[in-house]
């Protein structure tokens, strides 16, 4: 298995809701990270998971909690957001020899 | 901090044409450099990665090269074709850093039948 998977493919939540996005790889890769992407931007980096331990967070808002089950699975945890999170939302793994491996994403819209 | 240019911003070329990607980092000291296209809405599709201590990846019609003294590195794309069209990334992983990468600004590729 050389993916990774996320769900949903798409969200729509209202600003008072609770969701969460998931993602899971079985590559056996120990670094996982989620990214928020707009509209013709590259990806910016929310947080790092190394060895299931939150090794980096940037600065984000805390309407937006990571958590990381096992080694396979990371989740991000959306409470009271605001239509300007609207984004794509990326997982990816990594090993340092053959890199990134990113998922398809969720198109996630705030109302 | 590395900061990692790509010129140019857009490109718009002809089918068949051969074109060149460029992607400029400031700081030498990375680990490995990886090149992603993505399409409209999607997600980020790996397209080649060289370690440090390579000069070139081959993959298909494509292929990058680094040289890490300068702070570059370019991407190769040979006969192109509609298909082609997509976003191009590309990412630097400094040695110091952990599991860090960088991003590339990105370059917008449209190849006109």
């Known amino acids: 298995d050389t993916e990774v998977t996320q769900t949903p493919k798409h969200l729509v939540m209202g600003m008072t809701n609770k969701k969460s996005l998931k993602c899971e790889q079985h590559?056996?890769?120990?670094?996982m990270y989620w990214y928020k992407q707009k509209a013709k931007k590259p990806p910016e980096l929310m947080f790092v998971?190394?060895?299931?331990?939150?090794?980096i967070n940037e600065s984000v808002p805390s309407r937006f909690s990571p958590e990381c089950p096992n080694s396979s699975l990371l989740n991000l945890h959306l409470h009271a957001l605001q239509p300007e999170d609207s984004a794509l939302y990326l997982c990816?793994?990594?090993?340092?020899?053959?890199?990134?491996?990113f998922g398809s994403g969720t198109r996630l819209t705030v109302v | 901090k590395q900061e990692v240019t790509q010129i140019p911003a857009a490109l718009s070329v002809p089918e068949g044409e051969n074109l060149v990607l460029n992607c400029s980092f400031t700081?030498?000291?990375?680990?490995?450099l990886q090149w992603f296209r993505q399409d409209p809405g999607k997600g980020l599709t790996s397209l080649l990665l060289?370690?440090?201590?390579?000069r070139e990846q081959t993959s298909g019609r494509l292929n990058a090269s680094l040289d890490k003294s300068s702070g570059r590195s370019t991407l190769y794309i040979a006969a192109s074709q509609p298909g082609d069209s997509a976003t191009y990334l590309c990412?630097?992983?400094?040695?110091?850093?952990?599991?860090?990468?960088?991003f590339g600004t990105g370059t917008s590729l449209t190849v006109i039948p």
């Open positions: 060289i370690q440090s201590s390579q």
């Open positions: 998971y190394s060895y299931e331990k939150l090794s």
């Open positions: 990412a630097v992983r400094k040695e110091d850093t952990g599991n860090q990468f960088y």
């Open positions: 590559m056996g890769h120990r670094a």
């Open positions: 700081d030498s000291a990375i680990y490995n």
């Open positions: 990816a793994s990594s090993h340092y020899r053959v890199g990134y491996t």
